[in-house]
């Protein structure tokens, strides 16, 4: 028995070698033409950010899953409701267009729109139909224009999809894998509809099921050596990429770090770095013009000397220097802004001394009324606060708290008449207090006179001085003229004093245990008590012990945190020479992560991280010199872990993330139990924190069919559907004679499909049209009442949304009416669907029919596992199960066996915990077995050396069957949670 490798080259990334330049001047990611780039590399979130110059953030909706992807992450979708919402995306009209993307289908079956713009289709991509090939739409000329790929996909794996529409030819085309793959002449240019946003994964209701990453729309048709490089992420093969902070980045920490992902030739880096772009643009090594400030750094970061400006924007490149030739790829240009001295604060409140009318108040002067996004004001006068005519004039601003105040800037009056009316205010004393009871005078100041225009932006900016307010008044002792006052618009800001910006977010969940806390400091911050723990008022009160710093930040770890636990946490800033001297912090919380990681399976890859390079099997590693890896022998039982071909960890069948563990095992030879080890260089502590359980994520091949004991049963089934006029299912039965019941709990059904099917049914025959009623459980479309009248007709469908496996279903047949009926208790019962008359149908069947379990994988060639709990009957039902393959050869699956795993710690000592239940291995469902460290006693659990996997009886081995099993998301955590 062998494991075969596969190798894969681009030649694009040969030539670029070969060359020592681009293939291609095309820089994918600064092209102008990028007018929309959702790069789904969030991870975490609801927000799927538009990395190009538009801004269109989408909005993550439904339960779609960040997870690894073709390029970084990407999003998972369901097929069940998933999907990204970009109604910002109206604003892209192009005359010529291009639109890729990354695609991984789950299944090929059925419809499934994966990109669209507008409710016409301004352009879009979808998989539809029964051939598997792709379409892409345009709506012109009044009618839609579709063209469709040649390829027909296949499921579980990345396609890389194109569609592009050339203005000046009227061609539509499609591209897969970069390779043209249709086309089609269009009658005219493409047509915008109001309300064209975008979604990413859906149209309408007709989701993608798989996944999708790296989304890019440009203004222009790509050609097909352009869209080569956008398939390898737009980055030529050389350059640094992935800058932090992000290109464009605003309110940068004025102490930041520099850092980069480097290119593909490992060699050194000179940092360019400095606040004229033209000069980071121009230098070189041979000429760094004050601004190359690291030369040959092999790390990929820079802290820059000193702390930066506030407000400052900076610019930066980083050039790769190739290792073997010194060939230089210079970088691109980023930039960032550094953070504000002051931060805008917006008033709570807004009172004056009188208005000219309602519509005129001074609430006017703080909602944003008549600015734009450039800050120019409008002319309008029901924008501005007026006066009232005659007494005294002023206007008065209230905070939600005392600030120390920064800036005002003030917007004066912009009528078009002011060059006439001369409304603007004119000297002006600014009052502030702290009570509103007691104030102090900062000045008077001239406020120059607006010009009564469209392009009118705020030119008055007064230095508050960082004077502590609550309330701001300004007084008008005169105006430019005009017996009444008006202001358009203000503005003010604040410098912060204490604590803020907490990283981690205020209200965080899963957070790891050796984060790092991170703060911005206050302003005149020059040190900081840092207050940590689980109780809110004991952190608020102060009464916790404090931790004194002189850098805003912290390890999480050097409080030794427990994992699953609320921590709440604050920081006052200290500085005795100034006033105040200790300025309190808010109360911040987040939770730590309810898990650590033994193994996830994610790191591992086909060159010389193998899955099975660390997980020690029969076969052992075998020789890898140019990976270190020399005669490590295999353990001597009959696992073999990994897929025969690359990819060789599981990329399809996961319990999350990206890849599991493929176990098979052979225990019909010696010596007849098979195991899997991992050792880990460095012994493990699983003790801290509070865990006290080992958890492990395993899944098998479903079982045939297996009564594991009276009334539970675990079986599979396979086949198009149990639908229409025919049915391809899976059938285990008895004899029903006259009138009865069956009752079964639905303990879990496998997702092959939303429509995949388990549950209960009497038939009046084993033909693939008999007539029939079925009561069953899917995966997504809640409990269903199915039946088929008449041989061979039209099958009716009623269902509940909203339920999922486990949950029990009845089918009771009296005379001819058949009645459907669900529970959440198996005590509590209602009829199925949200009418209780479609709840029941009229089926003439004969006197004796079958009655039993069904379960179909709605997936030619897919295979669904179901299992059942608390099946019973009630009438004459006789004889013992039988099983049928309805319309469709079934397949075979594992055979029920014990799972086990044993612990061995580094003095040698080893525990072995077997599964209570024999059927874990082959319900063709993610199972979840918790173990409980009580069941681990005589191995240190603070000095953990190996863990190992297997299914047998390693203590009594007997010959057993053989079968293939998953492994995923081995972690320890807490009980109860």
Known sequence: MSRNVFSWILCVGILAVATGKLAYSFSPNTDSSLVGWWKLDETSGTIAHDSSKSGNDGTVMGNAKWVAGKLGGALSCDGDGDYVDVPGAA?????????????????????????????????????????????????????????????????????????????????????????????????????????????????????????????????????????????????????????????????????????????????????????????????????????????????????????????????????????????????????????????????????????????????????????????????????????????????????????????????????????????????????YSEDGQAWNSLGTFEFAQAPGEETYVADIRVDLGGVFAKYVKLDVKATWGAVQASIAEVRFFYIPIAAFRPEPADGAIDVATDAMLNWRPGRQAAGHKLYLGTDKDAVSAGTVQAVT????????????????????????????????????????????????????????????????????????????????????????????????????????????????????????????????????????????????????????????????????????GTGADIWDTSDQFRFVYKQLTGNGSITARVVSVGNTNVWAKAGVMIRETLDAGSRHAMVVVTPNNGVAFQRRLEPSGTSYNTNQTGLAAPYWVRLTRNANTFTAECSADGVNWTPVGPDPAQSSATITMANQVYIGLAVTSHASGAVCGAKFSNVSTTGNVTGTWQVAEIGAAQVSGNEPGIFYVAIQDSAGSSKLVANPDTGVIATGVWERWDIPYSSLTGVNLKAVKAITIGVGNRTSPTPGASGKIYIDDITLTRSGQ
């Open 549 to 716: 710093l002189q850098d805003h930040k912290a390890a999480l770890s050097s409080f030794n945190p427990m994992y699953a636990t609320t921590y709440y946490w604050r920081v006052d800033e200290v500085n005795d020479q100034a006033t105040p001297a200790l300025v309190p912090g808010d109360v911040w919380s987040f939770k730590t992560i309810g898990y650590a990681v033994v193994d996830d399976f994610e790191s591992y890859d086909d060159l010389c991280n193998r899955i099975y390079f660390a997980w020690i099997d029969s076969l052992g590693p075998g020789e890898k010199p140019e990976c270190g890896i020399t005669g490590i022998p295999g353990n001597g039982t009959s696992g073999i872990v990994g897929n025969n071909n690359a990819p060789f960890a599981e990329r399809v069948i996961v319990n999350s993330g990206r890849q599991s563990m493929p176990f098979a095992f052979g225990n019909n030879n010696p010596p007849y139990y098979s195991e899997a080890t991992r050792r880990f260089q460095t012994a493990q502590d699983w003790t801290k924190g509070g865990l006290d359980t080992l958890t492990i994520y395993l899944r098998g091949e479903p079982a045939a069919f297996v009564e594991l004991s009276p009334g539970t049963i675990i079986m599979n």
């Open 91 to 431: 604003s892209i009209k192009p005359r010529s267009v291009t639109l890729a993307t990354w695609v991984w289908f789950n299944t090929t079956s059925g419809r499934q729109d994966f990109l669209s713009k507008s409710d016409d289709y301004a352009f879009s991509m979808n998989e539809w139909g029964s051939d598997n090939k792709v379409r892409a739409i345009v709506t012109s000329g009044g009618a839609w224009s579709v063209v469709s790929g040649a390829t027909a996909l296949q499921p579980n794996q990345w396609y890389h999809l194109a569609l592009t529409f050339d203005d000046a030819s009227k061609m539509l085309r499609i591209y897969l894998d970069g390779v043209q793959d249709g086309e089609l002449s269009v009658p005219g240019g493409l047509e915008h509809r109001i309300g064209g946003g975008l979604t990413i994964g859906t149209y309408q209701t007709r989701y993608l099921n798989g996944m999708i990453d790296d989304v890019r729309i440009y203004e222009r048709a790509l050609s097909a050596a352009e869209l080569a490089l956008v398939m390898t992420g737009g980055l030529e093969p050389g350059l640094a990429h992935s800058p932090v902070p992000e290109d464009g980045a605003t309110d940068v920490p004025k102490d930041t770090e520099l850092a980069w992902k480097p290119g593909q030739y490992p060699g050194t880096h000179d940092v360019y770095f400095g606040t004229s772009l033209n000069d980071v643009n121009a230098a070189s090594a041979a000429n760094p013009m004050g601004v190359l400030v690291s030369k040959g750094q092999t790390t990929t970061t820079y802290k820059p000397t000193g702390v930066l400006t506030y407000g400052q924007t900076y610019y930066w490149r980083v050039d790769e220097v190739n290792a073997n030739d010194g060939f230089v790829h210079k970088g691109a240009i980023w930039s960032f802004e550094v953070e504000p001295y002051g931060y805008q604060v917006k008033p709570a409140k807004a009172t004056a001394s009188g208005s000219f009318k309602p519509y005129t108040g001074p609430d006017k002067t703080i909602d944003g009324s008549g600015l734009k996004p450039d800050d120019t004001h409008s002319v309008n006068l029901t924008d501005m606060w007026v006066s009232q005519r005659g007494g005294a004039m002023w206007i008065q601003y209230e905070f939600d708290k005392v600030y120390k105040l920064h800036q005002l800037w003030v917007w004066n009056s912009n009528q078009t008449i002011e060059s006439i009316a001369n409304y603007g205010v004119k000297d002006v004393e600014i009052l």
